[in-house]
């Protein structure tokens, strides 16, 4: 009979191994505040009732990408908080991993995800497009020409109303359309169109519509996201705007890149701890691996 690892033991190994990893090459830990003064507009943080107003962070992202200001190399680890209802793979509370490198190129952080992720795990790692699984659906290469009409026809590829938001529609192409092609193994989908949750991804040199962003899956879960950030900032601005994620963090952020203080060529990802411990587990389900649920 298969014995159920000892989920205090695992997460404890993975995040040693995680940080042996890095400070092999060359990070250093830093911690940023998990109670921030930016709310990043409804349902999106927590409210805290403590000086003045705060909000708990929903991520640690953009006050981390300030300290390569200090350093070239900075990644921390804590907790993270959302409003949303928990069930097997969210939680109100649950552990992040971020890091962000300045002038490194987006393959040098894609191969630092296999790096931290594939000693955890036992299956093989393959590579999908996502342009590419598009241009094989839809006729559309985004690789030489932009999105056209093609939100509104995965929106019917899909059987949803074709005036759904294309933040939305692309998730929920991604979960249904390409998750489950990760089903027993792990995979690592890149060139995602523009136009989803990543707008401060950078546009792939030379393509109208492709972005250098990634996420690796591991049997049908999210682990990883990762992205190099876009060094054009009237161009990520335009964008987040258009998707509602522009917010008073990315804003100071942009205006420490703009002021010289931190480099705007960067790449960064975030891991999701639970989850990376879920999958080196061989189960669906993060909850044996969140905090001490009895207080």
Not at 116 to 134: D, G, Q, Y
């Amino acid at each position: 009979m298969h014995t159920p690892p000892d989920p205090i033991r695992l997460k404890s190994d993975v995040l040693a191994s995680l940080r042996e990893r890095l400070h092999g090459e060359e990070f250093v830990e830093v911690v940023t505040p998990v109670v921030r003064r930016a709310d990043l507009g409804p349902g999106r943080r927590i409210v805290v009732d403590m000086d003045d107003g705060r909000f708990l962070r929903a991520m640690i992202g953009p006050a981390l990408r300030t300290t390569l200001e200090h350093h070239p190399r900075v990644f921390e680890i804590g907790p993270c908080f959302r409003p949303d209802k928990p069930d097997e793979l969210h939680a109100t509370e649950f552990t992040m991993l971020d890091l962000y490198a300045a002038n490194e190129s987006y393959e040098y952080l894609c191969n630092l995800a296999i790096r931290l992720v594939t000693p955890h795990i036992t299956c093989a790692l393959e590579r999908l497009s996502v342009a590419e699984h598009i241009r094989g659906l839809f006729g559309i290469d985004l690789r030489q020409e932009p999105l056209g009409d093609l939100p509104q026809r995965i929106a019917v590829f899909l059987g949803i109303d074709s005036a759904t938001p294309f933040k939305e529609v692309l998730g929920r192409f991604i979960e249904q359309e390409l998750e489950p092609l990760s089903s027993g193994g792990a995979l690592l989908l890149n060139e995602f169109p523009v136009g989803g949750e990543e707008p401060c991804a950078r546009l792939k040199p030379g393509t109208p519509a492709v972005l250098n962003r990634f996420e690796l899956i591991v049997d049908g879960i999210e682990v990883v996201h990762g992205y190099e950030d876009e060094v054009d900032t009237a161009a990520f601005t335009q964008r987040a705007r258009a998707v509602g994620l522009y917010d008073d963090e990315q804003r100071m952020a942009q205006e420490a890149v703009e002021a010289g203080r931190v480099p705007a060529a960067s790449v960064g990802l975030g891991i999701g701890i639970e989850r990376l411990c879920a999958a080196a587990a061989g189960t669906r389900d993060i909850r044996p691996f969140l905090q001490s649920s009895q207080f």
